[in-house]
C-alpha cells in the first residue's frame, strides 16, 4: 500500500531543485567569466581567430622587398677608358686611376686641374722632368707630359712643398697637381710612351 506525500516533503523537494539549479547557474557563470578572462588576457597571436586567412596587404608583407639595385662605386674605373695598362684621367671627377694590364686599378687618387685642359681621347706620354720651375713658378716635381693645347703643355705633377691649390683660372699653364705619394707612384708608372686616357 503506497504511502501518501505529505504536503511538507514536496515543498522540501522544490525547495532542492531550487538549489541545484542555483547552483548550476552560477557555475556555469562563473566558467564562462573565467573563459571571457583567459581570452582577453592571451597574447594577441593565441587570441587571433582561429581559421582567419591573413588579408592581401598582410601576406605582401611577409614577403621579402625587393633587393635594392647596387649603386655604382665612384673610384671604379671609367667603363669608356679602354683596356690594358693605362692612366686614366677624368676630367669632370678630377680624379686619375692608374689600370694594370689586367685592367684593376692599382691606384686611384684626386688631383687639382689645369687651367687648360687636355681634349679627351687616347694620348701618350711624350716627356717627364724630375725636378723643375712650374710654369706658375711653383717648384715641382716628377712632371709627367702627354698633351700639348695650344703650345701649352700639359702634364701631372706635384709641388715640392706638397701644396694643392687651385691654379688662377686666367693663366695658361697645363700643370695637373697631386700630392707627392701620388706624384711618386706616377712616375714610377708612366714611363715615356705609356698610354694616358683622358675620359670628360
Known amino acids: 500500500m503506497r504511502q501518501r506525500q505529505s ?43 582561429s581559421g582567419a586567412k591573413p588579408t592581401a596587404s598582410a601576406s605582401a608583407s611577409a614577403q621579402p622587398s625587393a633587393k635594392p639595385e647596387p649603386t655604382a662605386d665612384p673610384l671604379a674605373v671609367p667603363a669608356a677608358s679602354g683596356e690594358g695598362e693605362r ?31 687636355p681634349p679627351p681621347g687616347v694620348h701618350q706620354v711624350t716627356s717627364r722632368s724630375g725636378k723643375v720651375q712650374g710654369s706658375d713658378g711653383v717648384p715641382i716635381e716628377h712632371v709627367v707630359r702627354f698633351a700639348n693645347v695650344d703650345e701649352v703643355a700639359i702634364g701631372f705633377s706635384a709641388a715640392q712643398d706638397g701644396s694643392m691649390a687651385s ?17 711618386n707612384a706616377m712616375w714610377t708608372f708612366a714611363t715615356v710612351g705609356a698610354k694616358v686616357v683622358v675620359v670628360p
Open 87 to 117: 692612366v686614366v684621367y677624368a676630367l669632370k671627377d678630377r680624379r686619375v686611376w692608374l689600370v694594370d694590364a689586367s685592367d684593376e686599378a692599382i691606384r686611384t687618387f684626386t688631383v687639382m686641374p689645369s687651367p687648360v685642359s
Open 7 to 49: 504536503k511538507g516533503d514536496f515543498t522540501v523537494a522544490r525547495g532542492s531543485s531550487g538549489i541545484v539549479a542555483g547552483l548550476t547557474a552560477a557555475a556555469v557563470a562563473a566558467v564562462a567569466f573565467l573563459a571571457y578572462q583567459a581570452s582577453a588576457n592571451a597574447p594577441a597571436s593565441v587570441a587571433s581567430t
Open 167 to 183: 691654379p688662377d683660372p686666367t693663366s695658361k699653364t697645363g700643370g695637373v697637381r697631386m700630392k707627392r705619394a701620388d706624384g
